[in-house]
């Protein structure tokens, strides 16, 4: 039975809609991300839909209000966790919020990165799979299966309806 671990990936848009709002993972030692490039989220609560758990999630890490997003796709990723545990993605572009965000979070320093950029850090290495979908512009969300192995992706397939 596949029982994933359910989460939310925002990735906040500047004003000018040139660079995205990113944690560099540099704090934790044993973090499984560190020293990685990341969107933020985290897991779902109880009670939570997924556009709560990315506000509260963007809140909690970046000090800022999310008032719009748009869902641009979903991830399977079975396997991905330290121990193998399964994830389910939410992945969200979010389009306007209010505040300045932090410069850094307990996990790592906040920073806004040029989309240019974006292939160049050092992230995870299936990021590089769907993150072209997030800021693509296509009106269809995508829906992605990447089965990891060791912290590295097997495959990547999605399809958009």
């Given amino acids: ?3 994933p671990i359910l989460a939310t990936l925002g990735f906040v848009l500047s004003q000018d809609k040139e660079s995205v709002l990113l944690v560099h993972r540099n704090k934790r030692l044993g ?4 020293g990685k490039y990341n969107g ?12 709560a758990c990315l506000k509260r999630e963007i809140q909690e890490e970046a000090g ?4 719009a997003a748009e869902l641009r ?19 969200f572009l979010v389009n306007r919020f209010l505040g300045e965000p932090w410069s850094e979070n307990e996990e790592g320093n906040l920073c806004w990165k040029p989309l ?13 799979y769907f993150l072209p979908l997030v800021f693509d512009g ?4 995508f829906h992605g299966h990447m089965p990891y192995v060791n912290g590295r992706p ?5 399809s958009r309806v």
């Fill in 31 to 34: 973090d499984q991300h560190l």
């Fill in 116 to 128: 240019r950029e974006l292939e160049t850090l050092p992230m995870w290495e299936g990021d590089k």
């Fill in 64 to 67: 800022i209000i999310c008032e």
């Fill in 40 to 51: 933020l989220g985290g897991k779902m609560e109880v009670g939570e839909d997924v556009f």
């Fill in 73 to 91: 796709g979903t991830v399977s990723w079975p396997g991905f966790g330290p121990g193998g545990e399964h994830w389910f993605g939410f992945i």
């Fill in 1 to 3: 039975m596949y029982s």
């Fill in 154 to 158: 097997l495959s990547w397939n999605y």
């Fill in 138 to 141: 296509n009106d269809k969300p």
